[in-house]
């Protein structure tokens, strides 16, 4: 094998930058080459050349697409990511050689080596991730630093805990300042952070904030040359559990943010349970109001159209949009449920707005207290659901 293209999604640079990080680590001697355009994967040599594919549930209409193309031309094509984990049989069936089930750092270079040759290769053991770099250096390739893997929630409509376990796993801070003071080397001075959870770095249960290593890890960003630091913002968010009078004061020494991001998905207690998302109305709106006393601006994540909300759950969710937009300042990040695989409420249904939500959600919009891609999501969801479950709602 001389070479291996991945191929790039909208969604997938994070992910294939943390392979050939791996690979680096493992000193694996391959061409890698990252391309958007398909039609320049089809000119490479089919002999010589291994074609990768990470992707989520909804690339799956690309993907199922362009692989018969490339296997047509003779290529062996293999794929790991959210979706194949979650569907491995269903994903081979798409023309796979060989699926990437879970964690792929030390599945995909030993495969890589020779060591495994399994059409279904399922990590056995998470990853440590302070074995492995957060970027590569070599092939100048970067990314957000990943601090925190794995969730020890159970929310029924994310793929993370089902991917990456549910017993967080963090980078030590001395780790992250050496990639980061490399990164600075290539003028890579600003920090943002990949974790499930942004306030709950260094946490043994994920949760409770974890003081001495929030300002170990900052204090020393900041030592090795980090301007600008991005905490509890993109691309991550914050579990309003999370949020204390002692975080904010000390993250607000150090980071650049303005808004911070804080999970709340629904404005009714009952969807709240029924997503098992762990917290109730009250942990969100004292959270917000901790946001708003330090001088963040809230950036609260909504998710709408769940198949089984009522017309009192959605009255409770719009009342409470209004009741944080006017008392906190807050801004709503919108989005509609899409059922994923390998998650709970995979089977429930699509997300569908009505024509409340249209309604509501241009209100804000046109107050500029509106951000997100719902109404694009809506029809991917529909979308999805149909592909996998067949028929229309």
Not at 211 to 223: A, D, M
Request: charged fraction near 25%; charge should be positive.
């Amino acid at each position: 094998m001389k070479r291996i293209v991945f191929r790039l999604l909208k969604s997938n640079r994070y992910s294939i930058t943390a392979l050939i990080a791996a690979m680096e680590k493992e000193n694996i001697e391959i061409e890698t080459i990252l391309e958007k355009n398909f039609e320049k994967i089809l000119e490479y040599n089919p002999e010589d050349t291994l074609i990768a594919y990470s992707f989520m549930s909804f690339d799956i209409f690309q993907v199922e697409k362009e692989i018969p193309l490339l296997k047509e031309k003779g290529f062996k094509v293999i794929a790991g990511g959210p979706h194949p984990s979650a569907m491995p049989e269903k994903t081979e069936k798409i023309g796979f050689d060989h699926i990437f089930i879970g964690e792929g750092e030390k599945t995909f270079t030993d495969f890589l080596k020779g060591k495994i040759s399994e059409k279904f290769i399922a990590s056995k053991e998470f990853v440590d991730l302070n074995y492995y770099p957060p970027f590569a250096i070599k092939n100048k390739h970067f990314m957000p630093i990943e601090i925190t893997r794995g969730c020890p929630f159970g929310c029924g409509y994310c793929q993370t805990p089902y991917l990456f376990g549910r017993i967080v796993r963090h980078r030590e801070p001395g780790i992250i300042h050496e990639y980061a003071k490399l990164g600075v080397k290539h003028n890579r001075k600003i920090a943002r952070f990949i974790t499930p959870n942004s306030f709950g770095y260094g946490s043994k249960n994920g949760v409770t904030p974890n003081i001495e290593k929030l300002e170990e890890l900052l204090s020393g960003l900041r030592k090795v040359g980090i301007e600008e630091i991005y905490l509890g913002s993109f691309p991550s968010d914050v579990r309003p559990e999370s949020v204390t009078e002692e975080v904010l004061k000390l993250i607000k020494k150090y980071v650049d943010n303005k808004m911070i991001i804080i999970g709340a998905q629904s404005g009714s207690n009952e969807i709240l349970k029924k997503i098992n998302r762990g917290h109730s109305l009250e942990e969100i709106e004292r959270a917000l109001s901790l946001v708003s006393a330090h001088g963040f601006i809230p950036y609260v994540d909504f998710i709408f159209g769940f198949p089984f909300e009522t017309d009192e759950d959605i009255k409770k969710t719009f009342d409470f949009m209004d009741k944080i937009t006017e008392k906190y300042n807050a801004v709503i990040h919108s989005h509609t449920f899409m059922p994923l695989p390998g998650t709970p409420l995979f089977d429930v249904g699509p997300g569908k707005l009505n024509k409340k939500y249209y309604k509501k959600l241009g209100d804000l919009s046109r107050n500029e207290k509106l951000a997100g891609y719902w109404h694009k999501q809506e029809q991917l969801s529909q979308k999805i659901f149909n592909y996998f479950h067949g028929g229309e709602i």
